[in-house]
Nanobody, 123 residues
Framework: QVQLVESGGGLVQAGGSLRLSCAAS????????MGWFRQAPGKEREFVTA????????DYANSVKGRFTISRDNAENPMYLQMNSLKAEDTAVYYC????????????????WGKGTLVIVSS
């Protein structure tokens, strides 16, 4: 059983930056692709980005390309989401996710979810 715990959310002004972290535990978590989803108030949960176990393949939603960067070190705190040039429309609960591949994660084929961390971007 993989457990995912997010941290780093908070309140930031538009144009600012935040860095989210996802700590994973479990016997086989290192073999999974991992990613981030978000859910804004009144909207469906949507894919943000994902990365393979090796970091060799990364995918981003068009809405965050060039502003967000996903990384992974597979050590104690294996995944990060650096968010720059934040906009009010980035306000959402951000969820860490694990799945079998980047492609499956993009298609919402998630095996494990974290509980989420709230990001609020004030305009």
């Amino acid at each position: 059983q993989v457990q995912l715990v997010e941290s780093g959310g908070g309140l930031v002004q538009a144009g600012g930056s935040l860095r989210l972290s996802c700590a994973a535990s479990g016997p086989t978590f290192s073999s999974y692709a991992m990613g981030w989803f978000r859910q804004a108030p009144g909207k469906e949960r949507e894919f943000v980005t994902a990365i393979t176990w090796t970091g060799g393949s990364i995918d981003y939603a068009n809405s965050v390309k060039g502003r967000f960067t996903i990384s992974r070190d597979n050590a104690e705190n294996p995944m990060y989401l650096q968010m720059n040039s934040l906009k009010a429309e980035d306000t959402a609960v951000y969820y860490c996710a694990a799945g079998t591949s980047v492609q499956r994660l993009r298609a919402a084929g998630v095996l494990y979810w974290g509980k989420g961390t709230l990001v609020i971007v004030s305009s």
